[in-house]
């Protein structure tokens, strides 16, 4: 993510505040305080002004987030035609795999999960809509990643520092640009334990008639049944995305 070059201190600061908030849930002042390193006036000023227009709410002097960002996030998602499309295609993949399905999408290098489903035997993890991750470690960021421009792909790799999640994760540029190469000769990403260990993921991309790509969806499972239907599963992944990239030329 780029770095501002005149960054504005106050909604610097207030943002960081509706941050401390999202990650505590509710939180008073004098704590919201000490945790960004404020006064309790500073703060509270800024608290006032984020209340007023709705974005946060006070009860009995805790502070948890307004639902305007719900209205926000729906305007926001709005900005993906295909989103409907998608997310049919991920409940139907979620029933038939029984397991986490989800669709994702790039923006500022990094993959941002706009839906997931679970099937009845979907693992529980973190991953909730609107989570980001860096793009080299899991299937649907690679997915979207190899099918990028080349120069795309070399500008996105210049700023990417290929942090190791697990033992697994693929942490070597040369290496990773191989994988590219393979996904994009298959059509097809896999995420083997390099996220969560235990944890596989094969993920597919979706692309327009111009051969851009929107986004990825994936099936992510544990290892032991994951290996065991791997192929099912991948032709389940290509199914849907020909369905979705058949029904949005109509968009």
Same mark, same amino acid.
């Given at each position: 993510?780029? @770095? ?6 106050? #909604? ?6 509706v ?6 849930d %509710? ?42 960002? #719900? @209205? ?17 295609? &991920? ?15 790039e ?11 679970? +099937?009845?035997?979907? #693992?529980?993890? %973190?991953?909730?809509?609107g ?6 470690h899991?299937? &649907? ?29 693929i ?26 260990? +235990?944890?596989?993921?094969?993920g ?5 008639h111009? @051969? ?40």
């Amino acid at each position: 993510m780029n @770095d501002a070059r005149n960054p504005v201190k106050s #909604v610097q600061t207030s943002l960081e505040i509706v941050e401390t908030i999202k990650e505590h849930d %509710e939180i008073g002042v004098t704590e919201l305080a000490e945790e960004v390193g404020l006064t309790k006036g500073t703060v509270h000023c800024h608290l006032a002004t984020l209340e007023n227009d709705g974005y946060v709410v006070n009860t009995n002097g805790r502070y948890r987030l307004g639902l305007r960002f #719900v @209205d926000i996030a729906h305007h926001v998602r709005r900005r993906v035609p295909i989103y409907d499309i998608v997310t049919e295609e &991920v409940e139907k993949l979620a029933e038939k795999s029984g397991e986490l399905t989800l669709f994702t999408v790039e923006e500022q290098r990094e993959g941002v999960c706009l839906y997931k489903a679970s +099937g009845e035997n979907a #693992v529980q993890t %973190e991953l909730y809509v609107g989570y980001r991750n860096e793009l080299h470690h899991t299937a &649907v960021g690679k997915a979207i990643l190899a099918f990028k421009s080349q120069e795309e792909i070399d500008e996105i790799l210049a700023e990417m520092d290929l942090q190791s999640l697990t033992d697994e994760t693929i942490t070597d540029e040369r290496e990773l640009r191989e994988e590219l190469e393979e996904i994009r000769k298959r059509g097809l990403a896999y995420n083997r334990g390099e996220t969560i260990p +235990g944890l596989v993921g094969v993920g597919a991309p979706i692309r327009d008639h111009d @051969d851009d790509v929107h986004g990825a969806i994936a099936i992510i499972g544990p290892t032991s049944r994951m290996n065991d239907r791997l192929d099912e599963f991948s032709e389940m992944l290509n199914h849907a995305v020909n369905v979705i990239e058949i029904n949005a030329t109509s968009l």
